[in-house]
């Protein structure tokens, strides 16, 4: 009914604007948890890790939406003709619309990557920048990923409010792992050093102790994923 739509799109503005008010310590929680699995999978498969943690985190109202409790559906992906998997039903633009459910969290950020990856409407997407998240937002919304108008400048908006970009950075290896600033510091990764420590030494959460990243283990030399 349209009472209901109104008051899940309600919903979700009220969460976006608590997102974007001040960092938010739910959201940062979630960057730590799945920031090394966006990594991992912008080296398997090209899609800007800024990008898959700012859909995760957005789409899974930071891991607390009831979609994710459920299913561990970070993304929101719907089953399609084509999903074989187990699934849920959960109300979304209509009543009871079946979702996609998986056995982990890495289960879904793979299947988010192989979403985009084996749909032709996203292939136009690997043919961007990948240190280009504005236009990989936009490219997303123009495919049809989300019905919101404002999906693009919500993305951006979370990427830029969270550093999101340095995490892109890394997995392409233009950033050592130990430059990494801690989500939600306004500071940027060269001007707010993090020692081997894990420590950040300034900056609103100074000595605030955080976990490594492991090392990456890239291809020798240029390698092509995509077009990329």
């Known amino acids: ?14 969460f976006a604007v608590a997102l974007h008010a001040q960092p938010n310590a739910e959201v ?17 498969t090209g899609v800007p890790a800024s990008i898959t943690l700012a859909q995760g985190i957005h789409e899974s109202e930071a891991g607390k939406s009831g979609l994710v409790q459920r299913s561990n559906n970070h993304f929101g992906i719907k089953c399609k003709s084509n999903w074989n ?29 192989d979403f985009l990856l084996a749909n032709p409407r996203y292939q136009f997407l690997f043919k961007l920048d990948p240190e280009d998240y504005t236009a990989w937002a936009q490219g997303l919304k123009k495919a049809g990923y989300a019905t919101n108008d404002q999906y693009a400048p919500l993305l951006i908006k979370l990427i830029e409010t969270y550093n999101l970009h340095q995490y892109t950075l890394i997995a392409l290896g233009k950033l050592a792992p130990d430059q990494e600033v801690l989500a939600g510091t ?21 000595n605030q102790a955080f976990e490594e990243l492991p090392p990456i283990d890239y291809p020798e030399g240029v390698f092509r994923i995509n077009d990329t």
């Open 85 to 113: 998997g187990e699934r849920v039903y959960h109300n979304d633009d209509e009543a009871n619309e079946c979702f996609r459910s998986y056995p982990s969290a890495a289960d879904s950020y793979k299947d988010h990557s």
């Open 1 to 14: 009914s349209m009472t209901r739509k109104i008051i899940l799109t309600g919903g979700l503005l009220a």
């Open 186 to 206: 306004a500071a940027s990764a060269a001007g707010n050093s993090a020692g081997r420590s894990g420590v950040l030494n300034s900056g609103p959460y100074a």
């Open 28 to 44: 940062i929680q979630y960057i730590t948890s799945f920031r090394q699995l966006a990594m991992d999978e912008m080296v398997r």
